[in-house]
């Protein structure tokens, strides 16, 4: 029996649909209030192609499961006859109120997924990090598996529980479990548009003007599942892999997006001064509506540094090939404009 945390996330429910494709009996855990919604989305897509009755062999091997990571009692009744867990719940926020939750959910969630797998004696654990758990080296010089973390202004808080997190990871394996980590970069695919990296090519859709010349690795959501996949199938423990296809520019990342969805090119460069504005603009219409900014203090800075990520070693060690960045973005340009001919 396989356990996958974050089910009804973008990854997670991206992992379940690949371990059910491959035949697998899967427990996929999520929080009591969780909705299925992004879950059923990502998996009508990802089984679009084949028969309602292969769909139902592969669905009979799904349980759904409430257990929320920092239940303890819930999650040991989930981890029960588990060998292999995929850790791929987190909180991902960049706004300054929400850091002692993150810290919560991301290190201390991390540390009771290791604890209770030690108690229920699970063999493996695949590990769900970050790039920026890696740390930011200066910017424009090359990140890999062997950079150092070092503490820094430029570290968000994200990166920080991330980090943390590795650290519980790392720990569990030092006390018996087989544990796995992978650093995957930005993830692309097909999921809500209105949440996560799938909200950039809603923005670009609707008109979006600015752009800035930062650098940033990104990867292809099924790449993700894969890799975790193989590695686990491998029994390759004890190490930590850089999942990143393409380092590209925010520039040309979104030049590319609005090509492909028939849309303005983005025409104003942030700069440092527009970015003070921008944050300070969304703040205040935050106040004004509750709605949560889409840019913080930390994406500004962020987005104007450029970070180079290497995965080789993890086309070294599989026989691995990522996805070209122009095919995904081609294929969730393509979903993201049949989503709003509907």
């Known amino acids: 029996m396989i356990a996958v945390t974050g089910a009804t996330g973008f990854l997670g429910a991206h992992v379940v649909c690949h371990?059910?494709?491959?035949?697998?009996?899967?427990?996929?855990?999520?929080?009591?209030?969780?909705?299925l919604e992004e879950f059923?989305?990502?998996?009508?897509a990802f089984f679009k192609n084949h028969t309602q009755t292969q769909k139902d062999a592969y669905f009979s091997g799904l349980q759904w499961l409430d257990a929320d990571i920092m239940d303890v009692?819930?999650?040991?009744?989930?981890?029960?006859?588990v060998d292999t867990v995929y850790h791929c719940a987190a909180m991902v926020s960049f706004l300054k109120k929400d850091r002692n939750d993150m810290m919560r959910v991301n290190v201390e969630g991390t540390a009771n997924v290791v604890n209770v797998a030690?108690?229920?004696?699970?063999?493996?654990?695949?590990?769900?990090?970050?790039?920026?758990?890696l740390g930011r080296a200066k910017s424009g010089a090359q990140i890999d598996e062997q950079s150092a973390w070092t503490t820094s202004a430029e570290n968000s808080n994200y990166a920080i529980s991330k980090h943390k997190a590795e650290m519980e990871a790392w720990r569990g394996m030092e006390e018996g479990l087989q544990v796995v980590i992978v650093?995957?970069?930005?993830?692309?695919?097909?999921?809500?548009?209105?949440?996560?990296s799938c909200k950039?090519?809603?923005m670009v859709w609707n008109g979006m003007p600015f752009y800035t010349t930062g650098v940033n690795g990104y990867v292809d959501v099924n790449d993700v599942a894969k890799a975790m996949i193989q590695l686990t199938k491998r029994k390759i423990f004890g190490q930590r892999y850089v999942l990143v296809a393409t380092n590209l520019s925010m520039k040309d990342f979104l030049n590319s997006t609005a090509t492909l969805l028939q849309k303005k090119k983005p025409f104003i460069r942030v700069t440092p001064f527009i970015a003070k504005l921008a944050v300070a603009a969304d703040y205040i219409k935050y106040l004004a509506t509750g709605k949560k900014p889409a840019i913080t203090r930390e994406t500004a800075r962020t987005s104007l540094k450029a970070y180079y990520y290497n995965s080789h070693k993890i086309e070294s060690t599989l026989p691995f090939t990522f996805t070209p960045i122009n095919q995904t973005l081609a294929y969730i340009c393509n979903q993201l404009k049949q989503f709003k001919s509907r």
């Open 118 to 133: 030690l108690i229920c004696r699970v063999s493996e654990l695949c590990h769900v990090s970050s790039i920026a758990a």
């Open 40 to 44: 059923e989305l990502i998996a009508d």
């Open 19 to 35: 371990l059910l494709q491959a035949g697998k009996q899967v427990r996929a855990l999520k929080r009591m209030q969780s909705s």
């Open 73 to 81: 009692p819930a999650l040991t009744t989930a981890f029960e006859g």
């Open 183 to 196: 650093n995957p970069g930005v993830i692309l695919g097909v999921g809500q548009w209105h949440k996560g």
């Open 200 to 202: 950039l090519f809603d």
